[in-house]
T-cell receptor, first 111, second 117 residues
Framework: LAKTTQPISMDSYEGQEVNITCSHN???????ITWYQQFPSQGPRFIIQGYKTKVTNEVASLFIPADRKSSTLSLPRVSLSDTAVYYCLVGISSNTGKLIFGQGTTLQVKP | EAGVAQSPRYKIIEKRQSVAFWCNPI?????LYWYQQILGQGPKLLIQFQNNGVVDDSQLPKDRFSAERLKGVDSTLKIQPAKLEDSAVYLC???????????????FGPGTRLTVL
């Protein structure tokens, strides 16, 4: 399963767009890229998943370049409630569904 | 739809005591996971069940940790005896897909915060 690298922390202000980039240089051909969000005292929550190009849902967009060695989670117009830890995961095993969490990016949204 | 239920939410014990956590996954979810999350770190998978069979327990400290999934539904995780380093949040998650699915969204419960004194 591919190792991921993402910033430890980021700060933003309400109403701004936030982009969190994750690098995964040794991503395998059939690996998916998945992002989870975790609030304090809660379990992680699925945000978005993609394989290539761009994926958008009601809460975020995921941009994946052609070489797939990195990906960017984009949160439009963040609010204080988006303050959380964001985890980038690569290579959900097609054999076990196993998730490998890294340290994540702590996003602090300020008023 | 009800989410993943866990109990208790908090537990404080002394080292060398025993403790058990309970998890009720989302109805119909075949796969159940137990994770350990130490403060400041991402969750670490301890054990994964597919129905009532173990798929992966490679990171479960088997000398003190045990887990079972009763009739392929509820699950319990036990620690006996507990050590100071077991202080963490224990998260249970479940997913609908089987272990061959390449997309397998996991739904997490609120966790049990264990403090070992």
């Amino acid at each position: 399963l591919a190792k991921t690298t993402q910033p430890i922390s980021m700060d933003s202000y309400e109403g701004q767009e936030v982009n969190i980039t994750c690098s995964h240089n040794n991503i395998a051909t059939n690996d998916y890229i998945t992002w989870y969000q975790q609030f304090p005292s809660q379990g992680p929550r699925f945000i978005i998943q993609g394989y290539k190009t761009k994926v958008t849902n009601e809460v975020a967009s995921l941009f994946i370049p052609a070489d797939r060695k990195s990906s960017t989670l984009s949160l439009p117009r963040v609010s204080l409630s988006d303050t959380a830890v964001y985890y980038c995961l690569v290579g959900i095993s097609s054999n076990t569904g196993k998730l490998i969490f890294g340290q994540g990016t702590t996003l602090q949204v300020k008023p | 739809e009800a989410g993943v239920a866990q109990s208790p939410r908090y537990k404080i014990i002394e080292k060398r005591q025993s403790v058990a956590f309970w998890c009720n996954p989302i109805s119909g979810h075949a796969t159940l996971y137990w994770y350990q999350q130490i403060l400041g770190q991402g969750p670490k998978l301890l054990i994964q069940f597919q129905n009532n069979g173990v798929v992966d327990d490679s990171q479960l400290p088997k000398d003190r940790f045990s887990a079972e999934r009763l009739k392929g539904v509820d699950s319990t995780l036990k620690i006996q005896p507990a050590k100071l380093e077991d202080s963490a949040v224990y998260l249970c998650a479940s997913s609908l897909g089987g272990w061959t699915e390449s997309y397998n969204e996991q739904f997490f419960g609120p966790g049990t915060r264990l403090t070992v004194l």
